[in-house]
Protein backbone atom coordinates (compact mmCIF):
# COMPACT_ATOMS: atom_id res chain seq x y z
CA UNK A 1 0.00 0.00 0.00
CA UNK A 2 1.32 3.26 -0.84
CA UNK A 3 1.21 6.09 1.37
CA UNK A 4 -0.79 8.80 0.64
CA UNK A 5 -0.61 12.42 1.83
CA UNK A 6 -2.94 15.02 2.38
CA UNK A 7 -3.44 18.27 4.20
CA UNK A 8 -6.84 17.98 6.47
CA UNK A 9 -7.84 21.49 8.97
CA UNK A 10 -4.27 23.09 8.13
CA UNK A 11 -1.99 19.75 9.10
CA UNK A 12 -0.49 17.88 6.68
CA UNK A 13 -1.05 13.56 7.43
CA UNK A 14 0.79 10.98 5.66
CA UNK A 15 -1.79 7.63 5.99
CA UNK A 16 -0.73 3.97 4.91
CA UNK A 17 -4.39 2.60 3.93
CA UNK A 18 -5.87 0.72 1.09
CA UNK A 19 -5.88 3.19 -2.17
CA UNK A 20 -9.54 2.41 -2.52
CA UNK A 21 -10.38 3.41 1.00
CA UNK A 22 -12.78 6.22 1.63
CA UNK A 23 -11.60 9.51 2.97
CA UNK A 24 -14.55 9.54 5.20
CA UNK A 25 -13.12 6.35 7.36
CA UNK A 26 -9.25 7.85 6.82
CA UNK A 27 -11.04 11.08 8.63
CA UNK A 28 -12.71 9.14 11.31
CA UNK A 29 -10.83 5.83 12.01
CA UNK A 30 -7.39 7.25 11.00
CA UNK A 31 -7.23 10.76 12.16
CA UNK A 32 -9.58 10.73 14.85
CA UNK A 33 -12.04 13.34 13.54
CA UNK A 34 -15.21 11.85 14.12
CA UNK A 35 -18.08 14.98 13.48
CA UNK A 36 -17.73 13.67 10.12
CA UNK A 37 -20.21 11.23 10.22
CA UNK A 38 -21.51 8.05 8.27
CA UNK A 39 -24.99 7.81 6.93
CA UNK A 40 -25.44 6.27 3.38
CA UNK A 41 -22.25 5.24 2.32
CA UNK A 42 -23.34 6.12 -1.58
CA UNK A 43 -23.46 10.47 -0.82
CA UNK A 44 -26.87 10.54 -1.49
CA UNK A 45 -27.83 11.56 3.02
CA UNK A 46 -24.98 14.52 2.91
CA UNK A 47 -23.84 13.25 6.71
CA UNK A 48 -20.33 13.04 5.51
CA UNK A 49 -19.65 15.92 3.81
CA UNK A 50 -16.26 17.84 4.13
CA UNK A 51 -14.89 20.74 1.83
CA UNK A 52 -12.16 20.41 -0.51
CA UNK A 53 -10.46 23.25 -1.53
CA UNK A 54 -14.23 25.05 -0.28
CA UNK A 55 -15.99 23.12 -2.36
CA UNK A 56 -18.32 20.63 -0.14
CA UNK A 57 -17.79 16.93 -1.57
CA UNK A 58 -19.03 14.00 0.10
CA UNK A 59 -15.89 12.25 1.91
CA UNK A 60 -17.81 8.62 1.68
CA UNK A 61 -17.50 8.66 -2.46
CA UNK A 62 -13.53 10.31 -2.16
CA UNK A 63 -11.19 7.52 -2.68
CA UNK A 64 -8.03 8.70 0.00
CA UNK A 65 -5.87 7.96 -3.71
CA UNK A 66 -8.04 10.91 -5.30
CA UNK A 67 -7.51 12.81 -1.97
CA UNK A 68 -3.45 12.76 -2.15
CA UNK A 69 -1.90 16.34 -2.09
CA UNK A 70 -5.32 17.83 -1.96
CA UNK A 71 -6.86 20.28 1.02
CA UNK A 72 -9.85 19.19 2.85
CA UNK A 73 -11.52 20.68 5.98
CA UNK A 74 -13.82 19.01 8.29
CA UNK A 75 -16.20 20.79 10.59
CA UNK A 76 -13.51 20.45 13.61
CA UNK A 77 -11.80 22.77 11.58
CA UNK A 78 -14.41 24.95 10.10
CA UNK A 79 -13.34 27.13 12.94
CA UNK A 80 -10.80 26.81 15.73
CA UNK A 81 -13.81 27.51 18.25
CA UNK A 82 -16.80 27.44 16.59
CA UNK A 83 -17.64 30.70 15.70
CA UNK A 84 -17.96 30.56 12.26
CA UNK A 85 -21.50 31.91 11.33
CA UNK A 86 -23.20 28.90 10.25
CA UNK A 87 -22.34 26.87 13.71
CA UNK A 88 -23.68 30.09 15.58
CA UNK A 89 -26.47 30.32 13.84
CA UNK A 90 -27.05 26.78 13.90
CA UNK A 91 -27.08 26.66 17.96
CA UNK A 92 -29.28 30.11 17.60
CA UNK A 93 -31.66 29.04 16.04
CA UNK A 94 -31.52 25.81 17.96
CA UNK A 95 -31.68 23.54 14.56
CA UNK A 96 -30.14 20.67 15.66
CA UNK A 97 -32.75 17.67 17.66
CA UNK A 98 -31.23 14.12 16.78
CA UNK A 99 -27.96 16.18 15.40
CA UNK A 100 -26.22 13.28 13.24
CA UNK A 101 -26.73 15.21 9.56
CA UNK A 102 -25.87 18.85 11.21
CA UNK A 103 -21.97 18.43 10.75
CA UNK A 104 -22.42 17.53 6.82
CA UNK A 105 -25.59 19.92 7.15
CA UNK A 106 -23.19 23.15 8.19
CA UNK A 107 -20.49 22.32 5.80
CA UNK A 108 -22.77 22.20 2.83
CA UNK A 109 -24.39 25.82 4.39
CA UNK A 110 -20.98 27.60 5.16
CA UNK A 111 -19.82 26.16 1.34
CA UNK A 112 -23.24 27.24 -0.16
CA UNK A 113 -22.48 31.35 1.98
CA UNK A 114 -18.66 31.21 0.59
CA UNK A 115 -20.03 31.02 -3.32
CA UNK A 116 -23.12 32.60 -2.44
CA UNK A 117 -22.99 35.74 0.44
CA UNK A 118 -26.65 36.33 -0.20
CA UNK A 119 -28.42 33.51 -1.43
CA UNK A 120 -32.32 33.04 -1.59
CA UNK A 121 -34.93 30.25 -0.08
CA UNK A 122 -34.80 28.57 -3.56
CA UNK A 123 -30.58 28.58 -4.01
CA UNK A 124 -30.87 27.39 -0.41
CA UNK A 125 -33.25 25.29 -0.38
CA UNK A 126 -31.66 23.57 -3.87
CA UNK A 127 -28.60 23.14 -2.20
CA UNK A 128 -29.81 21.58 1.08
CA UNK A 129 -32.28 19.32 -0.69
CA UNK A 130 -29.12 17.15 -1.59
CA UNK A 131 -28.58 16.49 2.52
CA UNK A 132 -31.02 14.39 4.66
CA UNK A 133 -32.30 15.29 7.83
CA UNK A 134 -34.06 12.52 9.45
CA UNK A 135 -35.59 15.27 12.25
CA UNK A 136 -37.23 17.08 9.80
CA UNK A 137 -35.64 20.65 10.57
CA UNK A 138 -35.50 21.98 7.31
CA UNK A 139 -37.08 24.64 8.20
CA UNK A 140 -35.17 26.32 10.82
CA UNK A 141 -32.00 25.13 9.14
CA UNK A 142 -33.09 27.48 6.19
CA UNK A 143 -33.44 30.27 9.22
CA UNK A 144 -30.28 29.68 10.29
CA UNK A 145 -28.30 29.64 6.87
CA UNK A 146 -30.16 33.28 6.35
CA UNK A 147 -28.91 33.95 9.74
CA UNK A 148 -25.24 33.34 9.12
CA UNK A 149 -25.86 34.73 5.94
CA UNK A 150 -26.70 38.06 7.32
CA UNK A 151 -23.66 38.16 9.44
CA UNK A 152 -21.12 36.64 7.70
CA UNK A 153 -21.61 40.15 5.15
CA UNK A 154 -20.81 41.84 8.53
CA UNK A 155 -17.86 40.39 9.07
CA UNK A 156 -14.63 42.21 8.51
Sequence with gaps: MPKVALTVNGRRHTVDVAADTPLLWVLRDVLGLTGTKFGCGEGVCGACTVHESGRAVRSCLVP???AAGKRYVTIEGLSSDGTHPCQQAWLERDVAQCGYCQPGMIMTAAALLAEHPSPTDAEIDAVMSNSVCRCGTYNPMRE??????RRARKRP
Design 144 to 149: AIRLAA
Design 64 to 66: VSD
